[in-house]
Structure formats: C-alpha cells, structure tokens
C-alpha cells in the first residue's frame, strides 16, 4: 500500500443536490459508510436521501465534517462562500463543484481564476487539503458508467492537489466507486478539468485522459 | 387510481432558421412560420402545443401567450401552452391574466410549465438579480398557485407589493388552468413540484431516460409526504421524425452539431460528435429516426418512467420550415397513433421502489 492508501471507508458530502446524491449512491455501492448534508437542517433532506441515497444519512453540514476525513463538497459554485473558512481544516476535501455562469451569476474571480475555480476554493479553506476531481464526468456516469477494476471499458476521473497524499485518498476513492483514476497534476492544472476545459463532459479510458492531461498535450 | 390521459405533445423554441435554399429566414417570417406549424399540428391530431421563453438572437419565443393567442383563433382542439415559461422573472399577476385570457380565447385549452429557466437572459433583462434564483421561483411559484386556486387572494412577498382581498380576472371557467413544474433534474425542484401539488414535467436534453427513474419515486414519495393525490409525470426532449431513420439524421445532424457547437462554445459544455448523437439516438434522449424508431423509443420511456405526457421538441436548430412541416405532419399521423398502440398493448406500470432504492437506472428498451 502506498501512503495515501486506507482502510477507512468514511465519507462525507456536503451537497444533496443531484451530483451530490449521485456521488453517494455510488459510494454506498462502494461500501462506504455515507453521510450528506444540504442547505439547513437535516430533515430538509431526509425525504431525498432517503429515496435518492437510500444507506446514507441525512445530517447537518457540521456532522459531515465530524464524520470523515474524506469530505466532497458538491454545493452550487455560488454557495461555498457561505461556509466558514475554517470548516474543512485538516480534512481532505474533494472540490466537485463547476462554475457556471447561467447558474452562479457572473463572478469575476472564478470565472478568471488562472489555475482553474479549486485554487479559489483552496483560498476560500485555506487549511483544507483540496483536491479537484469527480467534477468533470457527466453526473449520471456515477450510475451507469462505474465498473470494477480492470474491467474492459472503465471510464477514467483525474484528481488535481497539492497534497500529495490527499490526491492518492481520491484516487483510491475513485476505484472504489468504479472508475480507473488518473493523477491530474497540481492543483493549478485543475484548468482543464472545468467547463470549457480540453477533458470536461466527456468520458475517457485512463490512457486517453492521461494523454489529454499531460503536459505536452496542454501546451500543444 | 385510473391511469392519466396520455398527453403527446410538441414544444418549439422558435429558432431563427433558414429556408431550403440555405438562406436565413427573417425573425418575423420564423414567428409566422411556427403559427402555421402549430396549425398544421392541430389538424394532425397532436395533443399540445408549447412554446419556451428565451431572449436570445437565435430563439423567437419572447412573448409565447401571443402567439398561442393567434393559434387559438386558427385551431379548434389542440391545447395551447408554454415549454417553459420563466416565473422567476414574470409578474405572477400577469402571467395569470394572460393565460387565463388564452383560455377564455381558445375555450378552455390553455396549459402551461413553469419553471426557473436553464438559460437566465432574463433575470438581467427584466431586472432581477440572479442570486435571489431559488428565493424568486418559490415565491412567485406561490403567489401563482394563490391566484389558480384560492382567489381573492390575500398575499405578501418579498419581491412584489401585496396583494389584499385580491381579485383577478378573468376567473377560469373550469376552475383550473393545468399548470406543470418543469425540472431539470435538481431533487429540491421535483421535492417542490410535490409539495404543491402540481404536475411534473422533465426537461431531458441529454443521457439515458432511465436515470430519471429515482426522481420520479422521489417525487411520488414526495405527493405521498405532502398528502396530495398521484399526480402526472411529463418529459420533454428533443427529436426529429422522417421517412426512414437514415433521412432523419440526415435532416437533423448538421443542425443538431451547429446548435450544440454554438452552446459548446457558449456554456463551456463538451463538443458534439457523431457519436455522442447515434449514441443519444440508441440509449439517450435523442428521438431521431423513422415513425416507428420514435415511436417505440417514446413508448419504451414513458412506460420505463411511468409517464403520461412527452413533449417532442421538434427539429432542433436551424431546420427549414418544411422539413419542420414534415416532421410534424409524421409525428401526428404515425408517431402518435403508434405509441398510443404500444402503451394500450403493455399499459404504464408503476415503478417498483426496489428498482430504485438498488440505485439502478434501468435502460429502455429500444
């Protein structure tokens, strides 16, 4: 086992929209033990999880946190300001969010971030260990498109960090939930994993996303 | 509980297009053009006909209730509505009057769906801030159902002055005009839809039918939680009708790639290929092919969800008018006969909750 790699199979998602709900099916499947939070108290949500996630809990966003050490944060883009900075302070947190205009309203320092929206968020929680990933697949691939390891045909999902053991915690989430992962670099390389970036929306095996990632490819 | 009525409808957009030879149509000319294409709707026996609400360049669809207005004067059975109409942005008030003005107009044939809008040209555009999103469409969404159901209405707001003891007519001969929350996809929107009690229509656009499967229990479940009746499920994607399958993507390919380029380049989503389209045709949400593909493929779905209304949003992009005629002239005659026939031969069954709570979006079967 490499460092990153572990047993635990705690995860927190702090979103039960539909990329958030999606996610947890895919990691109840995965085993894990799922706990989500939405806007506000955790009734709000119950109905939802219950139907959308059905194993994982519904709880407050502080819950969440308190659950895991692996946390996805799948809010709208122009929600994450409303979380305290000091929220996810040691904790690995997975940025799945997008930034999209029609959606967040335009917002001038994500839409002009150079190193991509996760070095905003990396900012906005400067103690958390962000790393970017789950964001650039078409949500409902978390349902049809995951396959065990090594089967022929698995769709591919990079993560982006600094940290590097963070990154390779996502990268053996990401196996676990049924996709080969491939290490996108930096956080800064995030770029090209958002909307309107060279891998966004489309589903890749492992190679041709590593292909696409890779620093000749960007610079080409 | 009788299975509702099967409603086999088509949207239009109103997309500023080009004539057969190639040479873009004046925006004047397209609004008349789709006036006759809901005619021609009409007398093909399709079920509805709606128009969406954008204020782009590319879309004619700004002022959709006058259009429908000059549709009821030329139509005699057709119900006349909206594929979306923004409520966020409107005056609840005065979406009221105009459609209750179109019913009295077309005797009793107005419908709509509302909902928040993918595309938010409006929210700048009529003044509001697109921060107050959620806030705006449930308020106004709650005032709206006020002036359906409760009238006179006594009512206070955040973004509209009150309303006390209030009147607005005209009041609606059958005591409802059939309005229907549109979603994309967001489960607060389909846990909304139920708690008031109206109708939910699916904006599909993209990717298997079937994963909306945990959103249709969700929002039953939801009916259920707020003590209100089973109500009907809709979905609306888009799709093109012809001879043979091979004429249809012909037709539709190279106006489906423009449009999805244009909102590639626009919205930062993927490019379209070839591929991605046939594998939309084949297990996605693209209704392209002959009478018979469409038609089993329409059928399969609703009976997959449990759906009693699709609307087919027809003849995507730049399509000229007659290929627009065509389609609908197929869609009415054959389309529509035909799923009528499937799902009277294997009628929609409910949807086990085990299919769902194992978190599997079934495929149709197409």
């Known amino acids: 086992m490499s460092s990153g790699e572990t047993g635990d199979r705690r995860l927190g998602i702090v979103g039960a929209g539909r990329v958030g709900t999606t996610i947890a099916r895919a990691a109840i499947a995965a085993g894990y033990d799922v706990v989500i939070s939405g806007s506000g108290p955790a009734e709000r949500i119950a109905l939802i ?11 407050s966003t502080e819950e969440v946190v308190h659950h895991a050490d692996l946390i996805v944060l799948a809010v709208p883009m122009h929600r994450f300001r409303d979380l305290p900075h000091s929220l996810f302070d040691g904790k690995i947190l997975i940025d799945a969010m997008n930034y999209w205009e029609e959606i967040d309203g335009v917002d001038q320092e994500l839409a002009t ?53 963070a990154v390779a915690a996502v990268m053996q989430l990401i196996d676990r939930l049924g996709f080969d992962a491939v290490d996108a670099g930096p956080l800064d390389t995030g770029l090209a994993l958002e909307p309107n970036g060279s891998v966004f929306g489309v589903s890749y095996s492992a190679d041709a996303l590593s292909d696409l990632l890779s620093p000749a490819a960007s610079s080409a | 509980m009788s299975a509702p009525e099967l409603e086999l409808g088509l949207d239009t957009f109103g997309y500023v297009n080009v004539d057969e030879a190639g040479q873009p149509v004046p925006a004047d000319a397209v609004i008349r053009n789709y006036v006759e294409e809901a005619v021609l709707a009409d007398s093909v026996g399709i079920d509805s006909f709606n128009i969406g609400e954008h204020y782009r360049p590319d879309f004619m669809d700004s002022a959709a209730h006058v259009v429908l207005a000059t549709i009821a004067g030329r139509t ?40 928040r809008g993918s595309l938010t040209e409006s929210f700048p555009l009529f003044g509001f801030d697109l921060a107050d999103y959620e806030e705006l469409f449930e308020e106004k969404l709650d ?27 005209p009041a609606l001969p059958a ?63 888009h799709g093109y009708v012809a001879r043979t399958d091979q004429e249809a993507v012909d037709i539709q390919w190279p106006y489906w790639k423009e449009t999805f380029e244009k909102a590639a380049l626009e919205r930062g989503w993927a490019r ?92 149709p079967h197409v």
Do not use: C
């Open chain 2, 76 to 115: 005699k059975r057709i119900r006349l509505g909206t594929a979306v109409t923004v409520l966020s942005t409107q005056d609840p008030v005065r979406v009221y009057t105009n459609f209750a003005t179109l019913d009295a107009l077309s005797n009793g044939r107005a419908q709509l769906v509302v909902g």
């Open chain 1, 49 to 59: 999880v219950e139907v959308l996630a059905p194993g994982a809990r519904a709880a």
């Open chain 1, 113 to 165: 971030a150079p190193g991509g929206t996760s070095v905003v968020v990396q900012e906005w929680f400067p103690s958390a260990r962000v790393v970017k990933s789950l964001n650039h697949i078409t949500y409902y691939k978390f349902d049809a498109g995951r396959r065990p390891h090594g089967a022929p045909g698995r769709i591919a999902i990079a993560a982006a960090g600094d940290d590097r053991a």
């Open chain 2, 143 to 169: 005032l709206f159902t006020r002036l359906l159901r409760d009238q006179p209405v006594t009512w206070s707001g955040k973004f509209r002055s009150p309303l006390v003891n209030q009147y607005v007519t």
């Open chain 2, 175 to 237: 005591g409802h005009l059939p309005t229907w929350v549109g979603v994309g996809g967001s489960p607060q929107s389909v846990v909304r839809a139920a708690r008031y009690g109206l109708p939910l229509m699916l904006a599909v656009i993209g990717g298997p039918p079937g994963r909306f499967a945990p959103l249709v229990e969700l929002y039953k479940r939801a009916l259920d939680a707020y003590g209100h009746p089973r109500l009907p499920i809709g979905m609306h994607s």
């Open chain 2, 272 to 363: 379209p290929t070839m591929a991605r389209f046939q594998a939309e045709r084949a297990d996605g949400s693209l209704y392209i092919g002959s009478p018979e593909t469409v038609a089993t493929k329409i059928a399969a779905m609703m009976r997959l969800l449990g759906l009693s209304r699709f609307d087919l949003a027809y003849a995507t992009g730049r399509v000229p008018h007659q290929q627009r005629l065509a389609t609908i002239e197929l869609y009415g005659r054959e389309v529509i006969p035909r799923v009528r026939e499937l799902l009277a031969d294997h009628p929609v069954p409910p949807i086990p909750s085990s299919h769902v709570s194992a978190g599997v979006t079934a495929q």
